[in-house]
């Protein structure tokens, strides 16, 4: 019996002696209250811990709004029903880790409450013994087995939506890419045809630069050649257009 026990009891001998009638003197008190300041209560962290979980008699509410195992369950099987868990869903960020770990204690608690309701039944008739336990086993059965289904909706609609994000950058980084190589492909079609109307032009050049040194040859050898080839133009132009033949005459 520990201290808050002891304390308790001293209380309720108290009470009930003063409801029967019996005296109960200043000096009573003082020695009760000196005998419960024997009890300190556990000393060691392993001891304070087991003494913390007294009153814990099922766990289902969670110990101070913590998860605490129970001394009766194996705390390798809880690991390795995280590490399943884990395994499955791969968790990529801290906040699929924190759902993931919800899930496992939500998993585990549902069970316990399950184990917990057979208590509650006759081995042999399978009758409901205590009616009142039973129904509150079940209730916290329904409320984990809720959230863990709560968790794991969460982590799917979270990565859902990290899915479609990351699908659309893709889509925008593939758009940008086309995009890119479409300027490429057109920047190169544009080189392609300045160089075409460089090459003409050299083209061009050259066959003028041909022309007049031919013409500069054949005047050197005829000497009439000239006037005979501005005749032969003036003739042709008066068969094309005699209005620019008369002006050029």
Partial sequence: ??????????????????KAGFPVSD?????????????????????????SQNRTTHGLARHNGSFVLLSS???NGFEALKASLAAEHQPSTETESILINSMAESHWLANRAQTLQNTCLDP?????????MFS??????TTHTRAFHKCLNDLLK??????????????Q????????????RNERKKEHHEWDIRLKRCELGSQITKNVIANANATIENPGFQAQFDAEMVRHLQNKRPEVAKAAA
Avoid: V
């Fill in 1 to 18: 019996m520990n201290r808050k026990e002891r304390r308790a009891a001293a209380h309720k001998e108290l009470k009930l002696a003063r």
């Fill in 27 to 51: 000096a009573q008190l003082t020695a009760n209250r000196a005998n419960a300041q024997l009890s300190t209560g556990p000393k060691s962290d392993a001891g304070r811990a087991i003494s």
């Fill in 73 to 75: 369950e194996d705390p």
């Fill in 124 to 132: 042999q008739t399978g009758q409901i013994t205590d009616a009142a």
């Fill in 136 to 141: 509150l086993y079940l209730r916290y059965q």
């Fill in 158 to 171: 979270l990565r859902s939506e990290r899915r479609k994000t990351e699908n659309g950058f893709e889509a």
């Fill in 173 to 184: 980084e593939r758009k940008n890419e086309e995009l890119r190589l479409q300027n490429e």
